[in-house]
Structures are given as structure tokens and as C-alpha cells.
């Protein structure tokens, strides 16, 4: 195993223990309420959703977990990203903690059987979304920055041919439907900021690859929408 081997496993297994395990149950952890189905079917979508995405995605793209894991350490990453990345955990780990809270304390009255069936078939969706963009994309860098050292290249194909960034527009599905499905209107709360960050992080970076990625302009005319179609 090589020294970049040897730097870039722990980090694989910290991610996953991390997001792919903690994360999904936070919830429960927080509200201690184990006998709770939609936060289990959630942990259940989450966890399915990181692991086969992933390991698609390294059957596929080796070099892209690399890519992935290496984090905010490049002299090409934007110093505006270092500061949106954390606020996009800060959000989501925000989110999920709220809905813990609001579980223990009963702040929010449930919501119907029909809106967690349609907000569980939006969060399907998002994850769907996501996932395919990063199978697609094989330059879907934690970090907005031009790859040019793994030969970076505009990406049209899969689900680039409807929006620009596909990831964004899947997770923002999934935040906006996780209130509904664990019962917390106050959740709405980190939503309504994650969706500012993320337009903010969609803007600057459609701008640095329209400037910095060759091609990216072309295609940008012909795909007008960043997020939703019809809309922006």
C-alpha cells in the first residue's frame, strides 16, 4: 500500500462511519425514540442511498472517491467553497438534529399519512437524482474547483441535460421533504437556510466554470436552468 493509500482509507472509513452511519440515525440518537418508523425508513433510504451510490460510483470512477475524500486541501479549491462547505453540514446536521429535538419535546403536531407518503417518494427521488449525477460526473469534487490535473470536462449527459447541477437539485428535494416525514415544522428552519447556501454555492460556481471551464459557456446556453427547470 502506498503513502496515498495509506492517507486515504482512514479517511474512507471516518466518512462512512460519519455519514454513512452516525448521520442517518441521528434522530433517534437524539429523541431516543427507537420504536419511531419514519425515522428508521429515513436511516433505511439514507444509508442504502450512500452505500450503493458509492460503490457505483468507485466501480465506475475509481479516481472520483479519491477525489471525494482528499477534501478542502487543493491550491485550486475556491476559498468562498471552504467557507460554504461547512455551512451545508452545519445545515443538514442542524436539520437532523431539530428533528431529534422536536421528537423529544413534542414541539410539532404530525403531519397527515398522505404528506409523509408523498415526502418519502420526494426524498426517493432526490436520492435517485444525486446519485445518478454523481455516477454521471466523474469530476464531482466535494470542493468546487477546475480538475484540470484529472483532465476536467464539461459534463452534459445523464441527468445534465435537464439542469446544470443535478446533486444540488437532489438534495434540496431531500431537505425539503425530511420535515414532513419526521413531523417537524420547525425543521423548516435549517431547509430555508441550506436552500440560501446552496443558491449562493450553485451561483458562484456556475460562474467560475462559465469563466474557467472551456465548453461550459456552450453548454450553459443550451441547458438555461441551474436548479429548476422552468425557474432558474
Do not use: C
Not at 62 to 82: F, M, N, Q, Y
Request: hydrophobic share 55%; aromatic share 14%; charged share 15%.
Amino acid at each position: 500500500m502506498n503513502n496515498q493509500h495509506k492517507i486515504i482509507f482512514p479517511r474512507i472509513v471516518v466518512q462512512i462511519l460519519f455519514f454513512g452511519v452516525l448521520m442517518p440515525f441521528l434522530p433517534m440518537l437524539i429523541s431516543w425514540h427507537w420504536f419511531w418508523w419514519e425515522a428508521w425508513v429515513y436511516a433505511i433510504i439514507y444509508i442504502l442511498s450512500f452505500a450503493i451510490s458509492r460503490m457505483l460510483a468507485a466501480r465506475r470512477h475509481p479516481d472520483l472517491i479519491a477525489e471525494r475524500v482528499r477534501g478542502v486541501r487543493h491550491e485550486s479549491d475556491k476559498p468562498w467553497d471552504r467557507l460554504l462547505v461547512p455551512l451545508v453540514g452545519l445545515g443538514f446536521g442542524s436539520l437532523l438534529l431539530v428533528t431529534g429535538l422536536d421528537a423529544l419535546f413534542g414541539w410539532s403536531p404530525p403531519f397527515n399519512l398522505p404528506m409523509k407518503i408523498l415526502s418519502l417518494v420526494i426524498i426517493l427521488a432526490g436520492n435517485v437524482f444525486g446519485s445518478y449525477a454523481l455516477l454521471e460526473n466523474r469530476f464531482f469534487s466535494l470542493i468546487v474547483r477546475i480538475q484540470t490535473e484529472r483532465g476536467h470536462q464539461v459534463i452534459s449527459s445523464g441527468p445534465y441535460r435537464w439542469v446544470r447541477h443535478p446533486g444540488y437539485a437532489g438534495a434540496l428535494l431531500v431537505y425539503l421533504a425530511t420535515p414532513v416525514l419526521l413531523d417537524s415544522r420547525l425543521a423548516f428552519i435549517p431547509v430555508v437556510f441550506l436552500f440560501v447556501v446552496f443558491v449562493i454555492r450553485t451561483a458562484l460556481e456556475d460562474r467560475v466554470l462559465q469563466d474557467e471551464l472551456a465548453g461550459y459557456g456552450e453548454y450553459a446556453r443550451r441547458v438555461r436552468y441551474r436548479l429548476l427547470p422552468g425557474v432558474w
